[in-house]
């Protein structure tokens, strides 16, 4: 995954790399320039050398948990989204995308109904759940919430076999927990304990707001944290989920029960949607057997109070303002530091992101984004994987086979850039103007359907997981592909004939193609081939070799603490981290063989190295709230913005040239002590 996720679901607008000098009238609003904190020595803290007259200026607004050029560029596209959304509502189509489009505008931003209704709209589902008499209305009923995205007591879904890419496959997960995952229900720093401190008092306010007394509330809160304490405890820690192999059990349905012996898994996964198929894979077996224990020695009303809070919790964001504002005050407020919700608006638009967005989508490329854009883009793909190539061809410490079989897979991975090339069709998806939460629980369920009818068909290979106007890009080593979305490389407030090629390789080359390219040959990455299947294809030298390169890194960022004692876990991390490295050893790779790097002319006084890296930082510009840092460092194999930069930085021989960086600075480190993998 890029740099660029920050958590929730990021919308951006789009740039043109361009391969001709800056503009001379556009010299004084370099944003490079601008940005910089001259005060600090680039070899102490570059990330605020590069970034730190940006931050001192930018305070982090009371509705945000992040602040930075990621969100200078949503705010632009935003506005686009907004006004495709109104323009749908004007125009009152009956049928079609414009109909979908303008009904769901017009039910989340219908405030007066949903303040009137309440908690009305979910009365249904709640008298099923108070209806459940024995374990196995229990199992049905959470078969049921499943299909509309209420996940309780585990998580599921569909996605390819790792180790057969050509099969869709069925995956069950652990999951089930009201906290964001094992770590919160056991870690003793005074943040999480505080956090832990106030999760009871949340499902209580929910509880009242369903209107349960005070008193009852609060003795059902403590049953939930007890129940979900037990799946936590069962739960993998953050670094134990990224080894494939040991994530990696499969099972005939009909000998699940060696896991589960009291839950009747064929019949529960029939009623999932689970069809074609005779096996599936378990990620971690031991959750599965906790399960068992936990459903089977659970008092019923403690189950139905289980499944009623997290169908609640789940769904409040779409209720009256008090569910919101409950929602808001736990996950938003104590976990991420956000101060004030953002506007209505804004959080109808992020989930119509998530239930219709290919169909913004569609509307999204038409208006801005061409097919100029998309020939640039697939060409700098290209230069940076003759690069990365170039750089295989030299590796001293690779043996010739792996060599081979690493240019076969680096020439063998997809590009997609800018949009898909067939939609998908939403048609059967009904969109009203009726209650806000029941457009969001249809357009759940049908993402549900669309992921289970998969099973048993061939995998579509051509298909996007992103939208074109998610601020995002990713690695599928299923697929061995890249996905670069029209949305992803903008520089807020900029055209593309103002940005020169050392600040596009540094922004875009390196931190965005050049990441995601060496994510197929990370430490999980790596284990894949050139078909997306999981399957040993380095030698056993080679193995070694890259483990014992690859650790110098795990124990640099082990080191580094960004917030009170917290430390970056540099396992967890590891895959990013190495992601970060190769991309920016590749981009500048590429970016050396353009005229802008052999003409070697200054913009502003910076030569075209030292650009490159200032343009690679300014894609972390970003400020941090501290719950956000401590959230990201229990729950996010990504390292916080800042270590983004200096993490990798010194590890990059080129760094030193550019910026006279000498024994004494803080960021420096000996060649012997450096990461000498790609």
């Given amino acids: 995954m890029n740099k660029r996720f920050i958590g929730a679901i990021a919308l951006a607008s789009f740039f043109i790399a361009c391969n001709q000098p800056v503009p001379k009238e556009s010299a004084k609003q370099d944003i490079i320039r601008k940005d910089m904190d001259s005060a600090v020595k680039p070899g102490d803290d570059f990330f605020a050398y590069a970034n730190g007259g940006w931050m001192k200026n930018n305070p982090i607004p009371g509705d945000e948990t992040t602040w930075g050029v990621g969100e200078l560029v949503q705010k632009e596209l935003y506005t686009r989204l907004q006004k495709i959304n109104e323009d749908a509502l004007k125009k009152g189509d009956k049928t079609g995308s414009g109909q979908q489009i303008g009904d769901f505008w017009y039910s989340a931003m219908d405030t007066t109904s949903i303040e009137k209704n309440g908690i009305v709209p979910l009365k249904e589902e709640l008298a099923k759940i108070a209806a459940m008499r024995t374990k196995n209305d229990v199992l049905t009923q959470a078969a049921h919430m499943h299909s509309y995205g209420a996940n309780v007591f585990f998580d599921e879904g569909v996605s390819q076999d790792p180790k057969h890419s050509d099969v869709e496959a069925y995956f069950m997960t652990q999951g089930g927990l009201g906290m964001p995952n094992r770590d919160y229900y056991f870690n003793t720093d005074a943040r999480t304990t505080k956090i ?23 003795v059902k809160a403590a049953e939930i944290v007890a129940l979900e304490t037990k799946l936590a405890k069962a739960s993998r820690k953050l670094e134990a989920l990224r ?311 795990v124990q640099q960022f082990n080191k580094m603490v960004p917030l009170d004692t917290l430390h970056i876990n540099g396992k967890a991390t590891l895959g990013e981290n190495l992601a970060d490295l190769g991309g920016i050893l590749i981009g500048l790779d590429a970016f050396k063989q353009t005229d802008a790097y052999k003409r070697g002319e200054k913009i502003n006084g910076m030569t075209p190295l030292q650009r490159f890296f200032l343009g690679y930082s300014l894609g972390w510009l970003l400020e941090e709230r501290p719950e956000r840092i401590a959230t990201q460092l229990l729950t996010d194999v990504h390292s916080p913005a800042k270590y983004r930069v200096n993490g990798p930085f010194p590890n990059v021989p080129e760094f030193y040239e550019a910026f006279n960086i000498k024994a004494g600075d803080k960021m420096y480190i000996p060649d012997s002590l450096r990461v000498h993998l790609w």
């Avoid at 401190?197 to 929910?206: G, H, K, R, T």
């Fill in 196 to 218: 832990r401190s106030l999760y009871p008092q949340y499902i209580a306010v929910l509880f009242r707001l369903m209107g349960t007394d005070s008193l009852q509330a609060n």
């Fill in 243 to 553: 080894d494939p192999y040991t994530n990696y059990n499969k099972f005939a349905i009909v000998k699940l029960r060696t896991l589960s012996p009291g839950i009747d898994w064929p019949r529960y996964l029939e009623q999932m949607g689970v069809k074609h198929v005779d096996s599936v894979i378990v990620g971690q077996p031991e959750f599965y057997t906790e399960l068992d224990k936990v459903i089977a020695g659970t008092d019923m009303q403690m189950l139905r109070d289980y499944m009623a809070f997290h169908l609640v919790a789940t769904f409040g964001n779409y209720l009256s303002n008090s569910f919101a504002t409950a929602n808001f005050n736990f996950y938003s407020r104590a976990i991420r530091g956000a101060e004030v919700q953002h506007p209505r608006w804004r959080r109808a638009l992020d989930a119509e992101e998530g239930a219709i967005g290919e169909e913004l989508g569609q509307i999204f490329v038409k208006e801005y984004f061409d097919a100029t854009a998309k020939a640039r883009y697939e060409q700098i793909v290209e230069n940076v994987r003759n690069a990365y190539k170039a750089r295989i061809e030299k590796l001293d410490w690779m043996t010739d086979s792996t060599k081979q079989k690493a240019i076969h897979k680096l020439m063998a991975i997809r590009k997609k850039v800018g949009y898909p090339d067939k939609w998908k069709d939403f048609s059967a998806l009904k969109i009203d103007r009726g209650p806000y939460v029941q457009n969001i629980m249809r357009a759940n369920e049908w993402w549900n359907n669309y992921e289970m009818n998969k099973l048993g068909k061939p995998v579509n290979r051509d298909e996007w997981s992103m939208t074109p106007q998610t601020y995002n890009a990713y690695y599928n080593e299923s697929n061995n592909e890249i996905v670069l979305p029209a949305a992803m490389m903008t520089v807020p407030g900029f055209r593309d004939a103002e940005l020169d090629d050392a600040l596009v390789y540094g922004y875009t080359a390196a931190s965005t193609v050049g990441h995601e390219i060496t994510h197929g040959f990370d430490d999980q990455g790596r284990k894949f081939d050139e078909s997306g299947n999981l399957r040993s294809w380095w030698s056993v030298t080679d193995t070694a070799q890259f483990m014992k390169r690859a650790d110098v890194l």
